[in-house]
Every structure is written in C-alpha cells, then in structure tokens.
C-alpha cells in the first residue's frame, strides 16, 4: 500500500486531463458510461474528506443538465437526420442567410439518438474534470505550480477553488436553512440562496488570491531585459506549439503523427522557457510534495487510456463512433476497453491518504420505529 501521504496533485489532473481526452474522441456511449464509472470508482475510493472533495456530486448533475440542454437544442432546431419519426411536431424553415436553420419539426430517432450521444461526450468530459477538482487540492497545486509561472497561477487558484468552495457554501447554506425550518428544495429555495452562495465563493477565492500576493508570492530576482524576452518568447511558443499538438491528438480528422511531434515539441520548449525564467525566481517551497511511482501510475494511466483511445481511431477500429443513422447497438472495441480498465488502477496503485484525511465511516442507519396509534377519548 505504500505510505500515507497525499499525492501529488498533477498526478490526479494528468490523469484525469488523459480521461477527459479519451472521452473526446468518442460517441460510443458504452464507452462514455464505463469512464464515467472509472471516474466514479477512483473518486469513491480517493476522495479525501474536506470541503473541496464533495464537487464530484455537482459536476455529474452539471452533466445531466448538458445532455438536457442539448437534447432540447435538437428538439428546438432539429436537424433533418433519419426517417424514424417518433414524434410529429410542426416546423418553420427560416429564411437562407440564417443558413436555413429549421425550427421544430418531426423528431426522428436518429436525430435524438445523434443529439444524446453529443450530450453524453461533453457530459462525461465535465465529470472528468470534477473528479479532478474532488481529488486534488486547489492549494496543493498551487504550491507545484513553477515560480516562472506566478501571474498565471494567481489566476489558477481563483479558478480553482471558485467551484469546490462554491459546492461547500451549497452545503453550509443548506444545513442554516435546514436548521431554522425552512426549505432546501425548490425554486424559492434556490432563488433565496443563489446570490449568498455566488457571492461567498468569489470572496474566499479573491481573498486567498490576495493573500498570496500579500505574502510575496512570485517575488523574483534581477535579471536582465533579453532573458525575460527569451522565456517569453520560448514559453509562447512552445504552449502554442502544444495546444497545436493536444488538438491534433483530441480531434478525430487530425493525423495523430501531427499531433505527436509538435505536442512533445511544444512541451520540450515551453519546459526549457520555464526553466530559464525559474532561474531568475528566489520563490522557495516548504516541504514540497514529491512525485514517486504512486504519481507515475496514477498519471500513466491516464496517458495510457488517451493513447489507447488515439490508436484506436487511428486504426480506424469499429465502435468508437456509434452509429445513429441507421440506429444499431454500439461495438466495445477491445483496445479503448482496455484503456478503460487501466483507467481505474489508481483507486489501488494511489497512495493511501493519511488517516486525517480519510473520510469516517458512515453511521448505519438505523429503521424507524412505527409509530403506535393514539385514541382519543371524549
């Protein structure tokens, strides 16, 4: 098992980054299901026991709502795929320079099916994220950011910490009002408690924003005018020589040998730009968090199960694309389930988290008691 220790935090948003990839090159919604459950797995069996843990919850419900959303969209705007008509609603063409986009129209099956499948993909991205967010400490990954980077990682912590603490203010809020008789549910409910809630999460962040550089956080040291330029430059180009390389790698009708080279040539120049402005950087860091082999497996499995899903497209292997016109039950490619499988290894090949972490135990329920008649005498 290991020592308990926390891991490191870029380990778990590697891994889930590697998911949320996996996740984006396909349609097939076995697929989808069964990451969503590895998600769900290392999250139920990593998740330590603190404020920002509980945002797993809000990003699954946030995914529902996406797949409500676009199946509504498709309902609205329908497009003209399919011939099974399930239901017969009536339509308006819009006029050609609004690019003769249709309002309302028969709903076919093909057309619902293609419009859930959407739903479920971007859906199954954010619950990746938010395993991200429920696994890895906002504060953690601040202290791992480089010093290169500090203007960048005060903008971080702020985006960061805005959603745990926004799903912790959800909770306090709601137990206040549980206490004092009042309802949870609702839209009165949510109405009286969506402004305290926005409010409270944008203050802790800013706050803890403004704490950091109140304390000197990215303080640097002299260095002359053309080493700033060269960091620059090379970190500029090197981050766009990389978004270059993860969209050919994300996007399915990019050549995944495009994608490959100028991925690991943007990180290799983006890597040596923060080196070189690192050094001129006098930021220390007080017992950092190191990256052993728990780090090393946690992340490579995500690497593994974007790599796995990236040759499988490139292969051309059927059953990442599901097929909605005509309508047919989705292949499970043995390469992308595989990649699946190794997605799950880190809820055992994690470090186990120390035992002022782990969440206790929930109490068993206990059965409720019938209640006895009462008579009422005269």
Same mark, same amino acid.
């Given at each position: 098992?290991?020592?308990?220790?926390?891991?490191?935090?870029?380990?778990?948003?590697?891994?889930? @980054?590697?998911?949320?990839? /996996? *996740?984006?090159?396909?349609?097939? $919604?076995?697929? =989808? &299901?069964?990451?969503?459950? #590895? !998600?769900?797995?290392?999250?139920?069996?990593?998740?330590?026991?603190?404020?920002?843990?509980?945002?797993?919850?809000?990003?699954?419900?946030?995914?529902?709502?996406?797949?409500?959303?676009?199946?509504?969209?498709?309902?609205?705007?329908?497009?003209?795929?399919?011939?099974?008509?399930?239901?017969?609603?009536?339509?308006?063409?819009?006029?050609?320079?609004?690019?003769?986009?249709?309002?309302?129209?028969?709903?076919?099956?093909?057309?619902?099916?293609?419009?859930?499948?959407?739903?479920?993909?971007?859906?199954?991205? @954010?619950?990746?994220?938010? /395993? *991200?967010?429920?696994?890895?400490? $906002?504060?953690? =990954? &601040?202290?791992?950011?480089? #010093? !290169?980077?500090?203007?960048?990682?005060?903008?971080?912590?702020?985006?960061?910490?805005?959603?745990?603490?926004?799903?912790?203010?959800?909770?306090?809020?709601?137990?206040?009002?549980?206490?004092?008789?009042?309802?949870?549910?609702?839209?009165?409910?949510?109405?009286?408690?969506?402004?305290?809630?926005?409010?409270?999460?944008?203050?802790?962040?800013?706050?803890?924003?403004?704490?950091?550089?109140?304390?000197?956080?990215?303080?640097?040291?002299?260095?002359?005018?053309?080493?700033?330029?060269?960091?620059?430059?090379? @970190?500029?180009?090197?981050?766009? *020589?990389?978004?270059?390389?993860?969209?050919?790698?994300?996007?399915?009708?990019?050549?995944?040998?495009?994608?490959?080279?100028?991925?690991?040539?943007?990180?290799?120049?983006?890597?040596?730009?923060?080196?070189?402005?690192?050094?001129?950087?006098?930021?220390?860091?007080?017992?950092?968090?190191?990256?052993?082999?728990?780090?090393?497996?946690?992340?490579?499995?995500?690497?593994?199960?974007?790599?796995?899903?990236?040759?499988?497209?490139?292969?051309?292997?059927p059953g990442l694309a599901a097929s909605v016109d005509p309508p047919a039950w989705p292949q499970l490619p043995l390469l992308a389930l595989a990649g699946v499988l190794i997605a799950m290894t880190p809820a055992l090949t994690a470090s186990p988290l120390p035992l002022s972490a782990v969440p206790p135990p929930r109490a068993p329920r206990t059965p409720r008691t019938p209640r006895s008649p009462v008579?009422?005498?005269?």
């Amino acid at each position: 098992m290991g020592d308990r220790r926390w891991l490191h935090p870029g380990a778990w948003w590697v891994w889930a @980054l590697g998911l949320a990839a /996996a *996740a984006s090159r396909t349609t097939n $919604p076995l697929l =989808l &299901l069964l990451i969503i459950t #590895a !998600a769900a797995v290392v999250v139920s069996a990593r998740r330590p026991d603190a404020p920002w843990a509980r945002s797993f919850g809000f990003f699954v419900r946030l995914g529902l709502i996406v797949i409500v959303v676009r199946v509504a969209v498709q309902v609205l705007f329908g497009a003209e795929i399919g011939t099974t008509v399930l239901i017969e609603l009536p339509g308006i063409g819009l006029p050609t320079w609004l690019a003769g986009v249709r309002l309302g129209g028969d709903l076919t099956l093909e057309s619902l099916l293609m419009a859930l499948y959407d739903g479920l993909r971007l859906a199954t991205i @954010l619950i990746c994220v938010g /395993a *991200a967010n429920s696994l890895a400490s $906002p504060t953690r =990954l &601040l202290k791992s950011v480089p #010093a !290169a980077l500090y203007e960048l990682g005060v903008s971080v912590v702020v985006t960061l910490t805005f959603t745990p603490q926004l799903v912790a203010d959800v909770d306090r809020l709601a137990t206040a009002r549980r206490l004092r008789g009042r309802k949870t549910s609702g839209p009165r409910a949510i109405a009286g408690a969506a402004i305290p809630v926005l409010e409270g999460a944008l203050e802790r962040s800013v706050m803890l924003a403004a704490a950091m550089d109140s304390r000197g956080y990215g303080r640097r040291g002299t260095v002359s005018a053309s080493a700033r330029r060269t960091s620059s430059m090379l @970190l500029l180009g090197g981050l766009v *020589a990389a978004c270059i390389g993860a969209y050919g790698l994300v996007s399915a009708d990019a050549p995944v040998l495009l994608g490959l080279p100028m991925l690991g040539l943007g990180i290799a120049v983006a890597v040596s730009g923060v080196w070189l402005a690192g050094r001129a950087s006098v930021r220390t860091s007080y017992r950092p968090d190191p990256w052993r082999a728990p780090e090393w497996l946690v992340s490579g499995a995500g690497v593994v199960a974007a790599g796995t899903f990236a040759l499988a497209g490139w292969l051309a292997m059927p059953g990442l694309a599901a097929s909605v016109d005509p309508p047919a039950w989705p292949q499970l490619p043995l390469l992308a389930l595989a990649g699946v499988l190794i997605a799950m290894t880190p809820a055992l090949t994690a470090s186990p988290l120390p035992l002022s972490a782990v969440p206790p135990p929930r109490a068993p329920r206990t059965p409720r008691t019938p209640r006895s008649p009462v008579e009422v005498t005269a």
